[in-house]
């Protein structure tokens, strides 16, 4: 017996069997436009094998997932809020001459819900399309985003 290991092939990294998962995660993200929930799941999947995946073609993606699905929910958090601000400050600036006691909002966070509905969120569907088919596409193709 010698000292010196046997010489072998070399093995490729155990991440590169990460291509299925970050390919169902994009999946997962496409079919949340018609469910929502899926989208959670595809992220909690790309956060728990964003470790793994360090180093490697699949880590861009993974972090791709992630920042599509926090920019998502925080926008939508936005708009969440913008909107009863915005039917409130219609409301009072209509009402404020008959009630004059009533809590006042400035009339123009009435802009609020029109500026997210009509601009921001037909911009933002746009994009979560676009970073999600062209992950998508180059998963497929085994390259980096």
Do not use: K
Request: glycine fraction near 4%.
């Amino acid at each position: 017996m010698s000292d010196t290991p046997a010489l072998s092939e070399p093995q490729p990294p155990a991440a590169t069997d990460l291509r299925p998962v970050v390919i169902i995660c994009y999946f997962l993200f496409l079919i949340a436009c018609i469910n929502g929930i899926t989208a959670l799941i595809g992220v909690v999947i790309a956060h728990s094998r964003r470790r793994q995946a360090a180093g490697t073609v699949w880590q861009s993606h993974f972090d791709n997932l992630i920042l599509v699905f926090w920019v998502v929910v925080a926008s939508l958090l936005i708009v969440m809020i913008s909107f009863p601000l915005g039917v409130w400050a219609g409301f009072t600036t209509v009402l404020f001459a008959h009630w004059p006691s009533m809590l006042f909002w400035p009339a123009w966070l009435l802009v609020f819900p029109f500026l997210f509905g009509w601009v921001v969120f037909p911009i933002l569907v746009l994009w979560y399309f676009y970073r999600t088919i062209r992950g998508l596409i180059r998963a497929a193709e085994a390259r980096a985003y």
